[in-house]
């Protein structure tokens, strides 16, 4: 199952540059970004390790409802830290919700405890945010599925895993890509989206938000009704980028 985690996330890592990368565009781009990052004085290496201090506990907790002082942070002690660089997460067992998965083909009923999550904090042009957030063509998946095989076979063929490993993750990414809808939302920061996305049988619904440079995606699941959850991740974003970003 790690395995198959692994080649999938290379796989769907690979979706998101699969189109555009031509040297013309790519040096267009990384010149439009150095632009953005010498205007604005947020830098995403500035939060490195430190994505605590973006989204504190006490934010969620507040978002949450819940108690500070009975939520797991993750990553929390330094060395996480070291490790999990991409993501603060803040959970709690506080209801008896599920949610359906599916592993290898068998559905399962695992806990579902409630979350607000911070990750993927970077330093973008709006054109790239918007690059990489939006409703992909019949010919972006077409291309798209084109580059998963590729991937994926070219993973086989070096060893790195096997045929049975690298075809369930082929099959996983284009069914996740399949799944993959942007919805824009106004008010948010200079730009953001909600995205959508099925994972391995699993819904998940994320808030990715453009603000002068700086790119960041919000995770906020507290409730079975997704319009609470909407809301809920909103009002974070405005109050992280009002307490923290201007």
């Known amino acids: 199952?790690?395995?198959?985690?692994?080649?999938?996330?290379?796989?769907?890592?690979?979706?998101?540059?699969?189109?555009?990368?031509?040297?013309e565009q790519k040096d267009s781009l990384e010149?439009?970004?150095?632009?953005?990052?010498?205007?604005?004085?947020?830098?995403?290496?500035?939060?490195?390790?430190?994505?605590?201090?973006?989204?504190?506990?006490?934010?969620?907790?507040?978002?949450?409802?819940?108690?500070?002082?009975?939520?797991?942070k993750s990553p929390d002690s330094d060395e996480e830290k070291k490790i999990n660089k991409i993501s603060v997460s803040y959970t709690w067992k506080k209801t008896n919700r599920m949610k359906e998965v599916e592993v290898l083909g068998r559905k399962m009923d695992v806990p579902r405890p409630d979350v607000v999550e911070l990750s993927w904090v970077k330093n973008n042009t709006l054109e790239g945010f918007k690059k990489e957030n939006h409703n992909p063509t019949a010919d972006e998946l077409a291309q798209t599925n084109v580059e998963i095989d590729k991937k994926t076979t070219e993973l086989n063929q070096q060893g790195k895993a096997s045929k049975e490993t690298t075809d369930k993750a082929a099959e996983i990414g284009k069914d996740a890509m399949k799944n993959f809808s942007v919805e824009e939302v106004a008010g948010v920061g200079d730009y953001a989206v909600f995205t959508n996305t099925k994972?391995?049988?699993?819904?998940?619904?994320?808030?990715?938000?453009?603000?002068?440079?700086?790119?960041?995606?919000?995770?906020?699941?507290?409730?079975?009704?997704?319009?609470?959850?909407?809301?809920?991740?909103?009002?974070?974003?405005?109050?992280?980028?009002?307490?923290k970003l201007q």
């Open 199 to 243: 994972f391995a049988g699993v819904s998940v619904r994320e808030l990715k938000v453009y603000y002068k440079g700086l790119s960041f995606t919000l995770l906020v699941d507290l409730s079975d009704d997704a319009t609470i959850n909407d809301e809920k991740a909103i009002a974070l974003a405005k109050q992280i980028i009002k307490e």
């Open 31 to 72: 010149s439009d970004l150095n632009n953005v990052i010498n205007e604005h004085a947020k830098v995403a290496d500035d939060f490195s390790g430190k994505l605590d201090e973006l989204l504190t506990l006490e934010m969620a907790a507040a978002i949450s409802g819940y108690p500070a002082a009975e939520a797991k």
């Open 1 to 23: 199952m790690i395995k198959i985690f692994s080649v999938c996330v290379t796989v769907l890592l690979l979706t998101t540059s699969c189109n555009g990368n031509k040297n």
